[in-house]
């Protein structure tokens, strides 16, 4: 199949990206700063925040805080996780226009990352998208451990596109797919595609990969020639899920970018701006980008 002619970008960094940052808290305006140097660099989806548990995730504490004290560019979609209810209204009153529930195609990483198994997830999203469709407010649908599981091992794809479609179903209206510990390898990316692809209409599928093994932009190549259109990528490469140990970063905006470039697909988005905020961003951290065109093309050595 002939690859999509435009993508979208889904910007992770200030939440995948920064959600298991070791150490100590990430100040509240460093966050707020990288969320509008991204939207400044042209990117115009920002997963911004998580109102989750501060017990289960205390980089994600100031949430509320962090979309309360971002300028808002026109035109940028600016969301955050929502697991359930009460995440829910906390965006809702932080005044997020978008938000996410998040659950898995491996039984033993919904309990370790949600508390509870794949059937409870679905139930307890159903208010939430309730709730949010009452309020304008869109939702995305992740399903993470679609190439494999921290603590089951492999996947298979049929449940994977189980779990899409139940969100599809739902009223999500994206479904992101997530190789949360990137140990995927591109056939087995487009096996997955293909199955999820029976269920959720191609265009409303992402892909959402993570680079632990190397292989995030050969996996999303693959799935590009599947016809996945949107791709989640973080700057710098940052990141990792904290309840998937050894995962690393989202593949990085910089590599992705620099790909499409190469594919002739024009994203709008300036590649020096991004390289310069995963630098500034990174050295803040105490840390180098991951992301090798970051690494060849700035003066970080
Ligand atoms: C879902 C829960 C809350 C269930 O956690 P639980 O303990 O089962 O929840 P609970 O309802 O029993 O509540 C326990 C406590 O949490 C509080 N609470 C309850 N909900 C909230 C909330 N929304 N915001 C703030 N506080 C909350 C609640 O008020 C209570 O407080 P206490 O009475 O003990 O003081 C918990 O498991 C949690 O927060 N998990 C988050 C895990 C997480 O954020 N993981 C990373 C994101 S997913 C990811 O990275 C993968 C992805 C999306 O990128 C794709 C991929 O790569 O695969």
């Known amino acids: 199949m002939a690859l999509p002619t435009s993508i979208k970008l889904f910007e992770m960094a200030p939440r995948d990206g920064l959600q298991n940052e070791p150490g100590t808290l990430v100040p509240t305006a460093t966050k707020i700063e990288l969320i509008e140097r991204l939207a400044n660099a042209g990117l115009t989806h920002i997963e911004a925040a998580s109102f989750v548990s501060p017990k289960w995730v205390p980089q994600m504490g100031d949430a509320s805080e962090v979309m309360r ?114 140990v995927g390898t591109p056939l087995a990316a487009k096996r997955m595609i293909e199955a999820a692809r029976q269920q959720v209409p191609i265009e409303y599928l992402a892909a959402h990969f993570h680079d632990t093994y190397g292989m995030a932009l050969a996996n999303l190549y693959a799935v590009m020639e599947e016809g996945v259109s949107v791709i989640d990528a973080a700057t710098a490469g940052l990141g990792g899920c904290p309840y998937a140990k050894g995962a690393s970063g989202n593949v990085a905006t910089e590599d992705v970018l620099y790909l499409l470039e190469g594919l002739g697909i024009n994203t709008g988005i300036d590649l020096q701006a991004v390289i310069d905020t995963g630098v500034w961003i990174t050295q803040l951290l105490g840390r180098k980008p991951s992301s090798k065109v970051a690494l060849a093309k700035s003066t970080v050595s």
């Open 69 to 182: 004290g971002i300028a808002r560019k026109p035109g940028v979609v600016y969301s955050a996780l929502t697991p359930n209810l009460k995440g829910l209204e906390g965006a809702l009153a932080a005044g997020v226009e978008e938000v996410a529930v998040f659950g898995a195609a491996s039984e033993a990483f919904s309990q370790k990352n949600i508390n509870c198994s794949i059937a409870e997830s679905l139930t307890r999203f159903e208010p939430v998208l309730a709730r949010a469709n009452e309020a304008g407010v869109r939702v995305r649908g992740y399903v993470s451990c679609v190439l494999g599981c921290p603590y089951e091992g492999d996947i298979s794809p049929q449940k994977v596109a189980e779990v899409a479609k139940a969100l599809y179903e739902m009223g999500c209206y994206e479904i992101s797919l997530g190789d949360t510990i990137g």
